[in-house]
């Protein structure tokens, strides 16, 4: 099994570029696909991120997924970021026919 | 409108159990891989149970295996979580959720229910 790191929290002003790290203890991040999720404060999750770089229909282009093999990390990145942007952010992949979680990243826009 | 509602949360004692159900709409419940994840309170998101589309293939997580099953009835467009031997630690909100099987994640959410387990 592996485990998914996430820093514990992040913030940055309204307008700015904000980037998420994802990063896969043992055996490549590649390996399996990766997902991000947003829960804002008193709500469900939903999906922002699938398919490691994929946006569901009515998420907006400035949510942006990668992945980087030389540091075994996945990153959400959101551009132009809007006070609604505020929320828990977790990473999600998976190791054979378990879903592992990222530990969630609080984003703070002030 | 694709949605997913749980029920069936509430106050239960340590050693008890309670029968969590997730109602599925909007889309053919049956050629989905159906999940449980859950929230305690303050923490993250734990992932809990998994469901194969037809029932044939059910997974867990370590800390809830020989206590928990899960179930579904296609013909009910319905998915169950039965708990059972509760312990404090499994005090959180429980999300009922769609997988999508292709990239193992999750494509829809419920709005989840609350278990208690408290004395």
């Known amino acids: 099994n592996f485990m998914l790191t996430q820093p514990h929290s992040v913030s940055e002003s309204p307008g700015k570029t904000v980037t998420i790290p994802c990063t896969r203890s043992?055996?490549?991040?590649?390996?399996?696909?990766v997902q991000w999720y947003q829960q804002r404060p008193g709500s469900a999750p939903t999906t922002v991120i699938y398919e490691n770089n994929q946006r569901p229909s009515g998420v907006p282009d400035r949510f942006s997924g990668s992945i980087d093999s030389s540091s075994n990390s996945a990153s959400l990145t959101i551009f132009g970021l809007k006070t609604e942007d505020e929320a828990d952010y977790y990473c999600?992949?998976?190791?054979?026919?378990?879903?592992?979680f990222g530990g969630g990243t609080k984003l703070t826009v002030l | 409108e694709v949605q997913l509602v749980e029920s069936g949360g509430g106050l239960a004692q340590p050693g008890g159990s309670l029968r969590l159900s997730c109602a599925a709409s909007g889309f053919t419940f049956s050629r989905y891989w159906m999940t449980w994840v859950r929230q305690a309170p303050g923490k993250g998101l734990e992932w809990v149970a998994n469901i194969k589309e037809d029932g044939s293939e059910k997974y867990y997580v370590d800390s809830v295996k020989g206590r928990f099953s899960i179930s579904r009835d296609n013909a009910k467009n319905s998915v169950y979580l039965q708990m059972n031997s509760l312990r404090a630690e499994d005090k959180a909100v429980y999300y009922c959720a769609r997988l999508n099987f292709y990239y193992y994640g999750v494509d829809v959410w419920g709005q989840g229910t609350t278990v208690t387990v408290s004395s």
């Open positions: 999600q992949s998976y190791d054979s026919t378990n879903q592992v």
């Open positions: 043992s055996g490549s991040i590649a390996s399996n696909h």
